[in-house]
């Protein structure tokens, strides 16, 4: 059997610094290449044919992991939060921070994080992207409402962002400068446009054969809508990673820290430790679920009478979670229990 040896690669945008060891930790190699696909390709017949490797999490780890997966016998990537023993080391640099990366995937404890695959990755970025569009909608809906309130004009708030409200408003409004205007004009353009962008994208996510009986399944629990779907499918990726509900919960940002130490236990805030897509959809669709859903409006109801309107909405948040997680593990749409007369 052929040697294996270990490379831990620390990526940047345009250079990747390497370290490879054999499995008694002899080190052969250290070096730096460029951040490039031609010059990876050169790399590669420079170092040992059986090897496992390891980065940490980037924004440029997407496509580095991609090219170089098939040459590699196994390849991870490392959760960046978890790579303490980089982060509070008294020194850093690359070289070291690969080394270490090296040395955590020769013993086994490099702090592995999923990787989705290469084609949900690409469906993925779609919906982040089309997210992004709708975040800057509102930003120029709040600009729109700011200018008219800087120059005292009263309008209809609900009515405001309708095209012929709007154009109505423009004609009979006094007392406003022509500049200000020209810039509410500008705004409205710019609303239409990034509503019809993002109209576009979501009709091309929901047709996506990759995804879409999966997310037709998860659209048969009432209140879960094709944002909330497209959002779970393609942020979870495998379900059956996890092995259970509280476990989904944990990953979507929906429970409190823990903090132990000498058998005192206590609870911090929400954790940041989560994913924010996923943290963000589930509690703006726990806000209007319980109108749509009357297993979800008991949920509701019962924590509200305790008096915490925040606690009622994460108590539906995780519901709807572990609605979707028995979707996903029956591989069939959801079957309600019958109300009660």
């Known amino acids: 059997m ?97 080394e270490k990366i090296t040395d955590l995937i020769r013993i086994g404890l490099l702090p592995e994080c999923y990787m989705a695959p290469e084609e949900l990755r690409e469906v993925r970025r779609i919906l982040r992207y089309r997210n992004m569009i709708v975040r800057t909608t509102s930003k120029m809906k709040n600009k729109v409402s700011g200018l008219l ?60 054969e990759l995804i879409r009986e999966r997310v037709q399944r998860l659209m048969s629990i009432p209140g879960v809508g094709e944002v909330l779907a497209l959002t779970w499918v ?26 132990e130490s000498a058998g005192n236990q206590r609870r911090g805030p929400i954790s940041k430790k989560r994913n924010k897509h996923l943290q963000t959809m589930l509690i703006e669709a726990a806000k209007l679920a319980p109108y749509w859903n009357y297993q979800l409006a008991t949920v509701h109801a019962k924590e509200l009478a305790r008096g915490n309107r925040n606690k009622a909405t994460l108590a539906v948040s995780r519901k709807l979670v572990k609605y979707m997680l028995a979707v996903d593990t029956r591989n069939s749409d959801f079957a309600p229990l019958q109300q009660a007369v």
Not at 9 to 36: P, S
Not at 237 to 254: A, D, E, N, P
């Open 2 to 98: 052929d040697r294996i040896y270990y490379i831990g690669l620390d990526i940047h945008k345009k250079m990747i610094v390497y370290c490879v060891k054999r499995f008694d930790g002899l080190l052969v190699k250290q070096g730096t290449v460029a951040a490039e696909r031609k010059s990876l390709l050169s790399w590669l017949s420079e170092i040992p044919s059986n090897w496992i490797g390891g980065m940490e999490a980037t924004m440029f780890t997407g496509w580095v992991y991609d090219f170089l997966k098939p040459h590699a016998v196994e390849l991870k990537v490392a959760h960046p939060e978890m790579l303490k023993a980089i982060t509070v080391a008294k020194k850093k640099n690359d070289r070291d921070d690969a």
């Open 149 to 208: 309130m800087e120059m005292g004009v009263t309008y209809d708030k609900r009515r405001l962002h309708g095209k012929r409200y709007f154009n109505t408003l423009l004609e009979r409004v006094e007392d406003v400068s022509e500049s200000v205007k020209n810039l509410l004009k500008l705004s409205r353009n710019g609303i239409e446009m990034f509503e019809a962008v993002q109209k576009k994208l979501l009709k091309a996510l929901k047709e996506n």
């Open 234 to 259: 393609l942020e979870i990726g495998k379900h059956t990673r996890f092995s259970s509900s509280r476990q989904v919960i944990s990953y979507c940002g929906l429970c409190s820290a823990q903090h």
